[in-house]
Nanobody, 125 residues
């Protein structure tokens, strides 16, 4: 089992920044690629970004490229999502997740093995 706990969400004005953290415990953290997904009110959960187990490779959905950065610190069992130039359409509950899919590419929710409970990000206009 891997337990994941997100933190760092909150209310921010458009154009602002937030950094989300996801702390992992249980099985070796560096066995897993780590992902961020988000779910806006009334919408399906969507993929945001993934980082390989080593941190060497990343992949982002087009809507956040150039604004969001995913990173990880395996010594601290933590993955981060730095979010800059936030827009109202970024408002959502953000979830971190762990998977063992080979390759760094777009992920499906069905490929995730473990999920956190989420942290709410609200971007006001």
């Amino acid at each position: 089992q891997v337990q994941l706990v997100e933190s760092g969400g909150g209310l921010v004005q458009a154009g602002g920044s937030l950094r989300l953290s996801c702390a992992g415990s249980g099985r070796p953290f560096n066995n897993y690629a780590m992902d961020w997904f988000r779910q806006a009110p009334g919408k399906e959960r969507e993929f945001v970004a993934v980082i390989s187990w080593s941190g060497a490779n990343t992949y982002y959905v087009d809507s956040v490229k150039g604004r969001f950065t995913i990173s990880r610190d395996n010594a601290k069992n933590t993955v981060y999502l730095q979010m800059n130039s936030l827009k109202p359409e970024d408002t959502a509950v953000y979830y971190c997740a762990a998977d063992r899919v080979i390759g760094t590419m777009l992920r499906s929710i069905y490929e995730m093995e473990y999920w956190g409970k989420g942290t709410l990000v609200t971007v006001s206009s």
